[in-house]
């Protein structure tokens, strides 16, 4: 089945405890990027890559850093999150029709 | 860059009805425009998308209708079901660049 994965679902944690969320899709998509979703401002791109070993900031990347060593794993790293970055975290895979595929989310709360 | 409004945030329908949901866009290089849908707990899911060759594109009970002059694009559900409940997203994008620009999105609640 074609899909985007995420874990963890559900993380709660503290201010400054490094954290990694993995994303991997098994539809050989060259684009990939992240999403955070925060009420009434609907999803707001934080980074995205175009193939491996090439990723570029999107609207909202300050606190976040990214990764593509292989072509299907596109991991969202928060080196010292804050509270200010809970929030519901999407990653997406885009095809040859522009379509984007979503993962399931990851709900963050940093304390 | 590109800014994506979206009309209205809540919409709340009586089953059978139809539901319009509104959106326009700023940037005039935006050609392709998707509408995802999503449901409690899930992440968006593309149910329909135009591109700016074309004025209106159905499919079943859904249609979207663009007017590139005026820079809007349009939802619409017909004969709405319970299940059509969810959270509806409109986006724009200039064609083969792959950065969506996303509505704040529209809650979207139809009474049985």
């Known amino acids: 089945e074609a899909q985007v994965t995420q874990n963890p679902r559900y993380l709660i944690t503290v201010t400054g405890k490094k954290l990694t969320v993995t994303c991997s899709q098994n539809?050989?998509?060259?684009?990939m990027s992240w999403y955070r979703q925060d009420p009434g401002l609907g999803l707001r791109q934080i980074y995205y890559s175009m193939n491996v070993e090439v990723t570029d900031k999107g609207d909202v990347p300050e606190g976040y850093k990214v990764s593509r060593k292989e072509k299907r794993n596109f991991p969202l790293i928060l080196e010292s999150p804050s509270p200010n970055q809970t929030s519901l975290y999407f990653c997406a895979s885009t095809g040859y029709t522009d379509t984007q595929y979503f993962g399931p989310g990851t709900r963050l709360t940093v304390l | 860059g590109e800014n994506v409004e979206q009309h209205p945030s809540t919409l709340s329908v009586q089953e059978g009805d139809s539901a319009v949901i509104k959106c326009t866009y700023s940037d005039s290089a935006s050609n392709y425009f998707p509408w995802y849908k999503q449901e409690l707990g899930k992440g968006p899911q593309l149910i329909i998308d135009?591109?700016?060759?074309?004025g209106e594109k159905k499919d079943q009970r859904i249609a979207v209708t663009l007017n590139k002059t005026a820079k809007h694009f349009s939802l619409h559900i017909t004969e709405t079901q319970p299940e059509d409940s969810a959270v509806y997203f409109c986006?724009?994008?200039?064609?083969?660049?792959?950065?969506?620009?996303f509505g704040a999105g529209t809650t979207v609640t139809v009474r049985a």
């Open positions: 986006a724009a994008s200039p064609l083969n660049d792959y950065k969506l620009s």
């Open positions: 539809m050989n998509h060259e684009y």
């Open positions: 135009i591109r700016s060759n074309v």
